[in-house]
């Protein structure tokens, strides 16, 4: 016995060395992250392939690196923006903050808008772990990026006293936090106050704040940020720009295909999921180094190290992994975690014992049996409970309750159920993404295609909206608004399952590329009437009046017959039947968000009016609600089309599809009644039971053609006029369109008029 230790002593010492001698090689190849002859660092930041400082160290112009000597200790640079950090997917860079200062008198003392560019063709994307953050109690911000990611988006912050504010609570008190679409390259920020420029709030707040930056780097510290005069510098310090980098430009399969893949040995290669085309190599399982480089990515020996060495007997190295085993005399797997070494006893009564094991086993089989299952069924129970109130199953309860609704008529789907209908919820399977969630598009097993809607990681606020949404859609039995078919509460997050709508939406017609054939005057006439006809019923003959609060072209779906289904009533708002407005936090869409309930936050059934003003402005014009690269006077619709009424200049902006096939009659009615949908005062606007009686009469009328009064060749002019294309990146070159000359936004004002 004392000879077999000794044994196992030495070949336990002996291996160690052997392991301990060849992973010095190992080591000395896996620190190899630049090309031969390159810098390897530029102060304490490591600069690995491809990345590199000085000709020949990069894979591509975009990866060069400037070290800046001037700094102690030096700084590295990519395009102007100093490098914090770089991983293998992703870099870090120094954060800008926008800022803007008041006295008391409300006077602007300080007014730092900010901008950052990765460049339109570079493979850096801004990553969506960042998050665009707004700190004040009287203030709003616009967030503007580039068109093609729908990237125009804002936060509100408000608040009246000190007591308000909560500490790590970025919910729209003090502090509001908005996500980054995928695929931005650019952004603009600049804050603006809600109009009293913090006279009454300067006592504890005299600035505010936006910024883009890394959501885990950032904690809301309360009213100590509002009064701390270094915020600015100590948020740029200490909050980064996380950015997403890839290589090529080229999938996998295309740089295989075209024998230009970048990847070395021991390697996989990743298609990007950044919004841009590329790839990342990644080292395989149980390999580290570098991916980009000769020889590849190198075995990691996880024998070499004594303190986490696997194995409690002979650990030996293999090619991605290890392999744990005993020495002679000691039987066991040779795992520290395992069932490690042990001694043999020759004398052990193996068949004795074994046999009364079996007996024993058997004796407490059923018992264990029983017992197993009994457990498990009380685990899987207390689950679904708390998954259900965790995700609003009370709330749930509660608010069907008070409707006197049941949801007999609803089904309750299974977890299991929607990730087979989804193909756990593959990308090529998603319709959509809104604020409040993704849309996939599912198949059941009865074969019925359906749109489910997965809710993001949630708050408390927005469990309420999923619940808001099942709510009103189990009170809703309407033909033009989209049908509850059932909902889901035992998953991480909470899904809702409704019929599939599967001719995209009213946005992709109205502003989408190529000539839509069936967007005719007489379509358009009937969608805005359908549509008009749905908010009308929520308004009027549901149980609980229903105000919408988001109706805008790219929540109107259209079906295979081009019947438009209103949808996303995730925003949406129950009203007391003896009650005509609710106060609300403001929630809605720039360009359509009525601007009374924008000023008071008093919400009532005409600021769905409002919407469906600027909706059918929308329709008539092919113009967007808002875009920041028109001019002045054309960037919001609502104002343009007004004052193009009143300047007697309506068919100027009309389309000229909707001019030639309208009558003069149809027209000028229409504009008229976009005209009152669009007054100020709410009481002015008319119901939506009035817009729907004025558009089914507009449809009625006797077609006489426009081009009888006018001309046919002037019509075909008008029809063949193509407007002048613009620049799709304007903002980027004119920063200050949009702004006064204190550099407020103008944007509101328009809004407002």
Known sequence: MKLSRNLYL???????????????????????????????????????????IGPGCFTSDWFEITCNTTFNPHKPFIGGLEILDISDSTFRIRNKVASKCYDQHGNITENNPVFTNLGWTSPFTFSQRNRFTLIGCDDFALFVGPEQVNSTSGCIALCSRPGEVVNGSCSGVGCCQTSIPKGMKYYYTSVSSMGANHTSIWSFDPCTYSFMGEKERFTFNGVSDFLDPNFRNRTRASVPILVDWVIGNLSCSEATSAGVLGCQANTQCIDSNTGVQGYRCSCNQGYQGQPYLDPGCQDINECEDPNSNPCEGICTNTPGGYTCSCPDGYVGDGLKNGRACVAENSHFPVIKFSLGMGSGFLAVLLGITWLYFGVKKRKLIKLREKLFQQNGGLLLKQRIMSTDRSMDSTKVFTAEELEKATNNYAEDRILGRGGYGVVYKGILNDQRVVAIKKSRVMDETQIEQFINEVVILTQVNHRNVVKLLGCCLESEVPLLVYEYVSNGTLLDHIHGKGVMTWLSWENRLRVATESAGALSYLHSATSTPVIHRDIKSANILLDDNYTAKIADFGASRLVPIDQTQVTTLVQGTLGYLDPEYFHTSQLNEKSDVYSFGVLLAELLTGRKPLCMDRTDEERSLATYFITSLKENRLFQILEPRVVKEGTLEQLQEIAQLVKRCLELTSDERPTMKEVVIQLEGLRKFTQHPWASQHGDEENENLLNTEPEPSDLYAVSMDLSSGFSKDGSLIYPANVLR
């Open 10 to 52: 030495f070949l336990f010492l002996f291996s160690l060395v052997i392991t301990v001698s060849v992973s010095q090689t190992t080591i000395t190849k896996a620190t190899n992250v630049t090309k031969p002859g390159c810098k390897r660092q530029c102060g304490n930041v490591t600069i690995p392939y491809p990345f590199g």
